[in-house]
DNA sequence: GATGAATGAGTATTCATTCAT
DNA sequence: AATGAATGAATACTCATTCAT
């Protein structure tokens, strides 16, 4: 089990602590049950506390389900933006995000399920990313990179493209990045041809 | 609320039509409030008949999902079949396909909702669809119509996108239609030029 | 699967038929599952029959078990009265009694444990049988046989011990036979030595 | 209603005692129902708490069942052993333990008939018991007092008889207990006029 | 801040029994 | 006499949530 979220809290006050501690335990206990079938009782007891305490830190139990989705989603955002800062060419940009992403998540059991269950489950709650992703489409667009709409259902096409990539990512089989952001980067209206070179290109933005 | 599938049931003996008021029925309320938040006696009270008699037609509320989805899919299957049986060409069959499967399910309140959400919740249940979409796939590789993968990663990612149009489809906005075959085709390696050309050849085949 | 009762039915109109097949396939399902954990369903599927079926029959579910512990009591008592009408003494009488009924309900798998069962369940059911039995102690207190009270109590206590008999009965343990008639000779208040001797003299009546 | 195990937890923490309510609240209510018959509502309505609090503290009906008989065969085990200990003669022990056992059982409704069908229905629950009772008959033989098996079989037909006693036990007919006693060490090997020797004897050891 | 204990409100499922044909 | 189909009534069990300490 991953103590990645309580680490996150270390040095902080207990309270941040014991949410940090809760946020794991869901994450661990989503992803062993799915989340529909996680119990406030598993988790609470995997936790090592009161089931009464849960209600300390969380209004309810989506509150923690949105919490654990947003706690992942923001140390993405957060890598992502850091590899990416430098970066100019939206394609480049998304085909770098998106390995970043994937391989960040791999890193960490259960956060692509728990991501892509979260997505379906309560949608509104990654509208961040939605927020992101629109402003990189949309300099792609300016710059003639790009050629599709931005609007809502497209982004939704795109998620969905990217969601489903990340349900797929396996340890050893890593092509399955490349291939999504091929794919996101034809959604965008990229020539199959030069999605592929772009692919190659990007390779060196990353080791 | 439809009586689609309990007509389809007339004539035949009174376990099919009952079972078909409870598809219709389980239809309806699934669309209503979702197949996750629906119970067993809405259902059967918007059928009209006792709780016991639901386990007389079906092994429990998972079992009624299915039933529903597939009675669904098979429609939609069998109405895409008469339209796409002469025509030759991959591409065109998919967006004839996407066509016709889209207008059908406009026409029945809560189709989408339910395939869509069906297909998140018991992926399993649409398997056969998969094996159409396949196989019109790997005809289009054969032609060269189509440039792409064909394993089970990336007709996912196919499945995804017209899922996802599917949930964006409304009555008022029948271009998303066409919004979701262009981006099928573009993820099949289409150029987005020649999928523009392909969308408009097809017209032809739908009035 | 025995089809003793419905054997028995033969040649007799298709009322009498049915019924031995519900019979039979009573005793069936409750040897298998036991008398409470029985569904009628179990039952009526068992003899190849439509539930509504059995209630041509029998009022419920209690009236079956009746006729089922009844079918099988008439059947040990008819073999018992064969067995016994010559024999005069009271305590080779019950030595015998015992010994038929034992001998003839290990030919039958499940009557020992049907009829045990049930007599805990319904035992008014078997107050005929109780009859046979005070009838048969009496006889011994007259003749300075037996040395007991004959009273609801007593006879509760005799066939106690004659049901616990039944319970522990096993094909390759004949010894529990004996075993029972001595402990109801010895409640009866025949000395052991005189119960051993007894024992001893009734083998002459059966082979 | 007896709070006889209520007052038993007296001092213990609360979920000791809420259990001690259950525990007599099933009692009263197998007792006035059967306990085939009772229902948890009837149980949870009587002991005055929620459905759901039963669970906190048992697995389901069965285990309460147990709980009950149980908690009423360790009282009647601490009062024999409190009684017995200082006789030696098997006989005697045996007389003196039907006594106490009958009478505390007396002064309790209900612990006969709850005891007496548990023992029916679970006879598992009970096995401790059953060691006891071995020893005692065990060393009866070794002293030459009885004259009888001592396998599973005789101890079950010993156990039927005092059960069936339990069964018969009334306020006002306190002889049952003297004539248990009698048929026990009948069956025991005891003869008959000894046996009215020894019930006279053990009225010695007690009041 | 933490928790032991309790609970309201739900909810799927079972099964004996009935009735129209 | 037999049955396909339907159902009333029950009931055990679950789980998120609350509250006194």
């Known amino acids: ?13 207990k309270r941040a602590r014991t949410r940090g501690v809760l946020i794991d335990s869901g994450l661990e206990i989503f992803g062993q049950k799915g989340i ?3 119990r406030l009782d598993d988790i609470t007891k995997f936790a090592g506390m009161s089931n009464a305490t849960f ?7 989506d509150d923690l389900v949105s919490a654990v989705a947003t706690s992942i989603a923001l140390e993405l955002v957060a890598a992502v933006e850091e590899q990416v800062v430098d970066i100019k060419d939206p394609a480049i ?12 998540a791999l890193q960490h059991e259960r956060w692509s399920y728990v991501l892509a269950t979260a997505f379906f489950l309560v949608p509104e709650g990654l509208i961040d990313v939605g927020g992101y992703l629109k402003n990189n489409v949309d300099r792609g667009m300016a710059q003639g990179v790009f050629n599709t ?13 990217f969601i489903s990539g990340l349900r797929g990512l396996k340890k050893d089989n890593l092509s399955i990045i ?3 952001s091929e ?13 592929s070179t772009i692919l190659d290109e990007a390779k060196a933005f990353y080791h």
Do not use: C, W
């Open 1 to 13: 089990m991953s103590r990645h979220f309580q680490d996150r809290a270390r040095g902080q006050n």
């Open 36 to 38: 529909i079938n996680s």
């Open 55 to 61: 209600y300390n830190h969380f209004k309810d139990k």
């Open 93 to 104: 940009r998304l085909v770098v995000s998106t390995n970043t992403v994937m391989r960040t």
């Open 149 to 161: 709409a931005s609007d809502e259902f497209q982004l939704n096409q795109l998620a969905s493209v």
């Open 178 to 180: 490349d291939r999504t």
């Open 183 to 195: 794919n996101l980067l034809r959604l965008l209206g990229v020539t199959p041809a030069k999605a």
